[in-house]
């Protein structure tokens, strides 16, 4: 999961550098409880109401493998992301697409299952793995200056696909920031 918090108080993963200050500050204060509150009453929204993409990835070996993500195509649903789900299929993920712009840094709050994160430029090139990420880790895991995407997939599946920084993820939503 991820969250891209720009505005309101941090929920999820995918953190703009200020929104990770203040969550940090938030989980360390005495403000931190209603933060928590009011983030987790939220009623999650259906993965099913998120927009959907096909996405591949092509590895240096040429092999490509395909990915059904989910989109994360607004704030709520990047604070969101993938929180709460317990199974993800090896072929399914969820793309957080962003502007570039900012730094970003992700979380597994309320995340049951490890992930593997994919950081991508601008041009679709895989500028780090994050492998097998922490069920429900408050670390954060920061991004590439530039990234303009993370895709989040099962965790494990890049050591058995052979997914590695350099190689290139395709996919007309990588464009669709936010």
Sequence with gaps: MAFAERTGPPRRRALTMMGALLAAAALAGP?????????DEAQPEPLS?????????RTASHRVVE???WIADNPRRSEQGLMYVRHLDAHAGMLFPFSGREPVA???????????MLF??????????????????????YAPPGT???VEL????CARFGIAAGDRVLSNALHTGH
């Design 49 to 57: 109401a998120f927009p959907q993409a096909l996405l591949a990835v």
């Design 106 to 116: 992700m979380w597994m709050k309320n995340t049951y299952i490890p992930l593997d």
């Design 148 to 150: 303009r995407a993370v």
């Design 154 to 157: 099962q965790g494990g599946i």
């Design 67 to 69: 990915f059904q993500v």
């Design 120 to 141: 991508v430029d601008a041009h679709g090139n895989v500028t780090r793995v994050t492998a097998r990420a922490e069920p429900l880790s408050l670390d954060l895991i």
């Design 31 to 39: 403000f931190s409880g209603a933060v928590r509150a009011t983030a």
